[in-house]
């Protein structure tokens, strides 16, 4: 039986600016009917990836398929099966939220129900135009554009910043019932819990080149774990010289630290007795196998981007 094509091919992507090396021989692949989430600091590369995908820019070598097209030669033939939510623009200034979305849905034959859509986010209750709108009404609305075509591919950047808790669990909750009707969703946050809940498979970027990818179940396997936030730039060669030899600790970004290898008794009592001698309550304090986040932290560099 023949594979599946995937829905986005990279290879050995490449993108410059002047002597700004931005990706640097970027592969990965985007399985038709997933979640895949992009991660990265800000300047690793993300935008200028995706941004090649959606056809917005031209790679300086290597290449891109989406949906078996090119983006940019083929872009003609991809507008009515993917749609692109940009973090910020693409939305006229003076627009309303239900005009705009009619006039979007306008260009495709078969528009998701538009009242229902937007009831569904909200967007029946703005009356501002979309210059005026918070930053969580312009991303629902954003939203609300890239998907009423019904597209068979969806890219994402950052959909749910700026939104409250309420509204991002119903964006969280419409992702997931894109996934279910069978649209391929690529999305880039920063919210690693959103990752860690809605992507089959994440894609770790730095420095424009490819750290890691896989499930979230394969990235956070491995040995257990015990993480805790504090003041940062604790003495931890005071607490390493008391753990087990099997056990390491580190401080994977400033305030957020790591202990490796065993998450037992004996070690959590090691743990808490060193915090007690230095004087700080651990916050946060969590035990067993590497979250995302962890993950994250300990392939990007020491701060994560806001």
């Known amino acids: 039986m023949a594979l599946t094509p995937p829905a986005v091919d990279v290879r050995d992507l490449h993108v410059r600016y002047g002597d700004v090396h931005a990706v640097r021989g970027l592969t990965f692949e985007v399985h038709p009917n997933s979640v895949t989430a992009v991660l990265g600091r800000n300047g690793a590369g993300k935008t200028s990836t995706i941004d090649v995908c959606e056809g917005y820019r031209r790679a300086s070598s290597g290449s891109v398929k989406v949906l078996g097209l090119d983006p940019i030669t083929d872009g003609a033939q991809l507008r009515a099966?993917?749609?692109?939510?940009?973090?910020?623009?693409g939305i006229y200034g003076s627009?309303?939220?239900l005009p705009m979305l009619g006039h979007i849905a306008a260009f495709y034959a078969n528009p998701l129900p538009i009242d229902d859509l937007a009831e569904r986010l909200e967007?029946?209750?703005i009356s501002a135009t979309y210059r005026r709108m918070s930053g969580g009404e312009k991303q629902r609305l954003a939203l609300a554009c890239a998907i009423i075509g019904r597209p068979e591919l969806v890219f994402l950047d950052e959909p749910s910043a700026g939104m409250d808790p309420q509204s991002r669990r119903t964006t969280w909750e419409l992702i997931e019932q894109l996934r279910a009707d069978g649209a391929t969703i690529v999305l880039t946050t920063h919210l690693l819990d959103e990752?860690?809940?809605?992507?089959?498979?994440v894609v770790i970027i730095d420095k424009g080149q490819l750290k890691t990818q896989g499930s979230v179940a394969d990235l956070t396997e491995g040995s257990p774990a015990i993480t805790f936030r504090a003041d940062p730039n604790l003495p931890l060669n005071?607490?390493?010289e008391r753990l087990p030899a099997a056990v390491s600790a580190s401080e994977v970004a400033p305030g957020q630290y790591r202990v490796d290898g065993s998450s037992d008794s004996v070690v959590i009592s090691l743990v808490g007795a060193w915090c007690s001698e230095v004087n700080v309550v651990p916050r946060m304090l969590s035990t067993g196998a590497a979250r995302?986040?962890?993950?994250?932290?300990?392939l990007t560099d020491e701060e994560v981007a806001s």
């Open 81 to 89: 099966r993917v749609g692109v939510m940009l973090q910020d623009g």
């Open 95 to 97: 627009s309303k939220a």
């Open 123 to 125: 967007l029946t209750q």
């Open 195 to 201: 990752a860690e809940r809605l992507a089959d498979h």
């Open 238 to 240: 005071t607490l390493q």
């Open 292 to 298: 995302l986040e962890d993950v994250f932290l300990g």
